[in-house]
């Protein structure tokens, strides 16, 4: 079993800063940040592998950054350049190795219970 725990949501403007921690009772091969809108899928928005690879959503690059703290068990994700469109509930995630450090929410077995990101124009 792995306990996922988020903080750090809230709100802020269009343009503002967001970080987000994610604090595990123990830190799997594939760690991710996710998110999901009401009546939309989740979706896959930063994974990093044990090997520290990451692999982020074409929505998100060059704007979040995930980080991965082995000796703290911490995952946060760094959030910057916020738009409306990045307003969702954010999930951190873990999994099992994937060859092809997936993104899929479907290869993820263990969640936390979601924290509300919310950006306002």
């Known amino acids: 079993q792995v306990q996922l725990v988020e903080l750090g949501g809230g709100s802020v403007q269009a343009g503002g800063s967001l970080r987000l921690s994610c604090h595990a009772s123990?830190?799997?091969?594939?760690m991710g940040w996710f998110r999901q809108v009401s009546g939309k899928e989740r979706e896959g928005v930063a994974v990093?592998?044990?090997?520290?690879?990451?692999r982020y959503a074409d929505s998100v690059k060059g704007r979040f950054t995930i980080f991965k703290d082995n000796a703290k068990k911490t995952l946060d994700l760094q959030m910057n350049s916020l738009k409306p469109e990045d307003t969702a509930m954010y999930y951190c995630?873990?999994?099992?190795?994937?060859?092809?450090?997936?993104?899929?929410?479907?290869?993820?077995?263990?969640w936390g219970q979601g924290i509300q990101v919310t950006v306002s124009s």
């Open positions: 995630a873990a999994g099992p190795y994937s060859y092809y450090n997936s993104i899929r929410a479907k290869d993820f077995g263990y």
């Open positions: 123990r830190l799997l091969d594939s």
């Open positions: 990093i592998d044990e090997g520290g690879r990451s």
